[in-house]
């Protein structure tokens, strides 16, 4: 089984730019997170969807950070305009039931994003 | 909201015995899971607990107290591929699987 993809890997910017990032979850998986890790902590939650709806999205800085994942299956993040505090290491996860289960979570590999 | 406790670093020896601590306050809870992060990689999944006591997996079993808000990882003959971040996250009460992450322990085994 394919475990979830994300591109790209690395990703260095400068401050005030756009950038994407794009993730593909596994095969079948309902529900997908995208999460930040800044160097040295935990990662923390930025959105969650269910199929194509957002379960939630309070700690998405709205202002700068978007998502989508118009078919309910790939997602995509975006950051416009980037700051220097953006720079992290952005995950994507995926789970196989639906939302309020206790199902495990699956990550892909990030992408590490500098923002100079 | 969620507050989660766990110490920063740990050093262990090949071949012994750690446990890893995590404390948490929540406003609600519907479990806590562990995960295992090498530098670079992504969090793996290693264990869940729902109900209080200990569920052992091979050479790791973890331990829960919900009247205390304290879980523990405990791994047995360390070995040198066990150094990574181990991860401490509790599920809320709200209508997603959402989880909220503790800063991670991070272990050294030592030869």
């Known amino acids: 089984e394919a475990g979830v993809a994300q591109s790209p890997r690395y990703k260095i910017i400068e401050k005030r730019q756009s950038v994407a990032f794009w993730c593909n979850p596994i095969?079948?998986?309902?529900?997908l997170y995208w999460y930040q890790q800044i160097l040295g902590q935990g990662p923390k939650l930025l959105i969650q969807?269910?199929?194509?709806?957002?379960?939630?999205d309070s700690q998405l800085p709205k202002d700068r950070f978007s998502a989508e994942r118009l078919k309910g299956v790939d997602s995509t993040l975006k950051i416009q305009p980037a700051k220097l505090e953006d720079s992290a290491v952005y995950l994507c996860?995926?789970?196989?039931?639906?939302?309020?289960?206790?199902?495990?979570?699956?990550f892909g590999p990030g992408t590490r994003l500098t923002v100079l | 909201g969620q507050n989660i406790d766990q110490p920063t670093e740990m050093t262990a020896t090949e071949g012994a015995i750690v446990q890893i601590n995590c404390t948490y306050q929540t406003s609600g809870f519907n479990g806590l899971f562990w995960y295992q992060q090498h530098a670079g990689e992504a969090p793996t999944f290693l264990s869940y607990n729902v109900l209080d006591g200990l569920e052992e997996k091979g050479r790791f079993s973890s331990f829960l107290s919900r009247s205390k808000g304290y879980s523990y990882l405990l791994l047995k003959e360390l070995q040198m591929k066990d150094s990574a971040s181990y991860l401490c996250?509790?599920?809320?009460?709200?209508?997603?699987?959402?989880?909220?992450f503790g800063g991670g322990t991070r272990l050294m085994v030592k030869p």
């Open positions: 095969s079948g998986h309902a529900t």
């Open positions: 996860a995926s789970s196989p039931r639906l939302a309020g289960s206790g199902s495990e979570q699956f």
């Open positions: 969807f269910q199929n194509n709806g957002v379960v939630d």
């Open positions: 996250a509790v599920k809320g009460p709200d209508a997603g699987n959402m989880l909220t």
